[in-house]
Antibody
Framework: VQLVESGGDLVQPGGSLRLSCTAS????????IRWFRQAPGKGLEWVSVIYSGGRTFYADSVRGRFTISRDNSKNTVYLQADNLRAEDTAVYYC?????????????WGQGTMVTVSS | AIQLTQSPSSLFASVGDRVTITCRASQGIASGFAWYQQRPGKAPQLLIY???TLDAGVASRFSGSGSGTYFTLTISGLQPEDSATYYC????????FGGGTKVEIK
């Protein structure tokens, strides 16, 4: 089982990025996939989730700006981040939620860095 | 949302020491509770879930206990590779981590 994130970059405030989380060893549509982020030197923050059935939820801090989606044919989950702000600067991780309850996150990607700065 | 307060925020301990980290919740937690280890520059790793169940492959020197609003993570016999930051996690409404405890080896 492996998760690999990509898509992080340096972007100006107001810009957009699409982060990818590609899975191997399991099928993303069979489970919940969550995105978390960690600002430099700070703790972990939940960002979004896509359920196996397709429902999506967001943290208040990103709702209306970020969109989570899934491409089953590519076994990949995406996080579209629009209207980025300086406070979105962080390492973004995706994780498999084995228990579907939000606490049993048994596999994580290596993280992808998003830097929002002019 | 339920807030989690970890203590201490950091500690120094020697190899072989018994180390205990506490996590207090602002309200009782009825569903899942977990502990994670994060080494510098790495993704978090699940150690314990359901407050006291050791995840597969995790060293047996790690143990967790607690319920309601008080939880603990204990490392019995600290090893050099245990130098990391430890986080508690609850998801009563959405996943929310505690502030972390940085464990350093003397």
């Amino acid at each position: 089982v492996q998760l690999v994130e990509s898509g992080g970059d340096l972007v100006q405030p107001g810009g957009s990025l699409r982060l990818s989380c590609t899975a191997s060893g399991f099928t993303v549509s069979d489970t919940y996939i969550r995105w978390f982020r960690q600002a430099p030197g700070k703790g972990l923050e939940w960002v979004s989730v896509i359920y196996s059935g397709g429902r999506t939820f967001y943290a208040d801090s990103v709702r209306g700006r970020f969109t989570i989606s899934r491409d089953n044919s590519k076994n990949t989950v995406y996080l579209q981040a629009d209207n980025l702000r300086a406070e979105d600067t962080a390492v973004y991780y995706c994780a498999r939620d084995r228990g579907n309850g939000g606490t049993v996150l048994d596999f994580w990607g290596q993280g992808t860095m998003v830097t929002v700065s002019s | 949302a339920i807030q989690l307060t970890q203590s201490p925020s950091s500690l120094f301990a020697s190899v072989g020491d018994r180390v205990t980290i506490t996590c207090r919740a602002s309200q009782g937690i009825a569903s899942g509770f977990a502990w994670y280890q994060q080494r510098p520059g790495k993704a978090p790793q699940l150690l314990i879930y359901d407050a006291s169940t050791l995840d597969a492959g995790v060293a047996s020197r790690f143990s967790g206990s607690g319920s309601g609003t008080y939880f603990t993570l204990t490392i019995s016999g600290l090893q050099p590779e245990d130098s990391a930051t430890y986080y508690c996690l609850q998801a009563e409404t959405y996943p929310l981590f505690g502030g972390g405890t940085k464990v350093e080896i003397k």
